[in-house]
């Protein structure tokens, strides 16, 4: 069972009034298991059926609660004020109804307040059909009633034919449709608007620039005010044409730019990556470099440490070499003094040997002189012996 046919018939159980085999036949079947017909859009079409006001209000209730329900159409049902009320006070907030038909209601007073509330809440509703009611009737109603057309930002179509409207209600409608940015097309034909409401609605539309039809049939407006009328539509028209025209060029540029901004956001992210991608590589050889650092200052360090080790010990070498250099040259001062010393010893040993040499030669000479003094006396011994044998 739909979910708007489930509720429609909750709602007349608690209402206690007997559902209509008219209504629920606007309602879908769904088929058995495809769980798919709360998803289904439903258009209501209740023309001629006998609504009283309880039912009005379930129907209201039902609207405000689903979301399948795109349009509604009420249309020769004879609802009454009341019921207008009850169906009203539900579509106020409605948030799906895009099209609304209370045709041949005999609608007056209470229901343009009514509908002057919903016109002015509802932010969905375009298309509006008033026709053959009797909304002109009371001048302050409609314009109660054009009050909430003036603030709609919303509704496309609505239609007005013969709801007794006079030149007092065109001026009001007049006044809301300066102000009105979004109503597309107007019936208003058959009403009792005559010249001076023709003119009203002329004056509006040097203004108005979103109205580009408007059904003026059967107002008794004499023919140079309809042609200025249509005129004045005809250059709306013209205009929306040139603003869709534009709309569509300023779209078509839109997209192009969109593209070309999609593609140049693909080569940013692009390079974009290739830049990370870059941007890693150099950080890992910036960490490695960092590291190598790391290692070259502490080899210098420990390189630094060794070279102070060699200039404390060049240091002390030099210290060393000094003391060897100032013992050497003690050394060779103490070698010159004793070569000197030497030389000298040499010099009187040389003169003392000279000496000796002399004595010796002396001695000898002396010696020989007296081995020869010696061998004559014992020459002479012996001769002495011999002559005393």
């Known amino acids: 069972m739909s979910a708007a046919r489930a509720e429609y018939l909750r709602l007349c159980s608690e209402h206690h009034v007997k559902p209509l085999k008219v209504i629920l036949k606007q309602f879908p079947q769904p088929a058995h298991g495809n769980g798919l017909d709360d998803l289904q859009h439903i258009k209501i079409d209740l023309s001629g059926a006998n609504l009283p006001v309880k039912m009005c209000a379930v129907i209201g209730k039902v609207l405000q609660r689903d979301r399948s329900i795109l ?27 895009k099209g609304l038909s209370l045709k041949g209601n005999n609608l007056r007073t209470k229901a343009a307040s009514a509908l002057s509330t919903v016109l002015k809440r509802n932010k969905v509703i375009e298309s509006l059909s008033l026709e053959w009611n009797s909304l002109g009737t009371d001048e302050d109603a409609f314009a109660m009633l054009m009050d909430g057309l003036a603030v709609n930002e919303t509704l496309h179509h609505l239609d007005l034919r013969n709801n007794h409207i006079t030149h007092v209600g065109a001026r009001n409608l007049a006044s809301a449709l300066i102000q009105n940015r979004s109503l597309n097309e107007l019936d208003l034909s058959w009403n009792n608007c005559g010249l001076v409401g023709g003119r009203f609605l002329l004056d509006c539309l040097q203004h108005n620039r979103s109205l580009a039809v408007m059904n003026v ?13 249509a005129a004045s539509l005809q250059r709306n028209v013209d205009r929306q044409q040139l603003e869709s025209t534009y709309a569509s060029q300023s779209q078509h540029l839109t997209n192009a730019l969109d593209q070309e ?11 974009i990556d290739k830049l990370e991608s870059q941007r890693s590589a150099f950080d890992a050889a910036l960490e490695s470099s960092q590291e190598r650092i790391v290692e070259l200052q502490q ?30 040259a003690q050394f060779r001062a103490l070698a010159e003094q004793l070569q000197a010393e030497l030389s000298e010893a040499r010099d009187t040993h040389s003169e003392e040997l000279k000496l000796e040499k002399q004595r010796f030669a002396s001695l000898q000479a002396e010696t020989k002189a007296a081995a020869s003094q010696g061998s004559d006396e014992a020459d ?3 001769a002495k012996v011999c002559w005393y044998w």
Do not use: H, W
């Open 217 to 229: 049939t059967g107002n008794s407006i004499p023919e140079d005010v309809a042609s200025a009328l």
């Open 299 to 328: 080899d210098v360090a420990q390189r630094s440490e060794e070279v102070a080790c060699l200039r404390a010990s060049q240091a002390a070498s030099e210290a060393a070499l000094r003391v060897s250099e100032q013992q050497s």
């Open 71 to 97: 349009s509604l159409r009420v249309a020769d049902c004879y609802i009454t004020e009341e019921g207008c009320l009850a169906l009203c006070a539900f579509l106020a907030d409605n948030t799906m109804l």
């Open 261 to 271: 901004m999609t593609t140049k956001k693909k080569e940013i992210s692009a390079m």
């Open 380 to 382: 002479a011994l012996c």
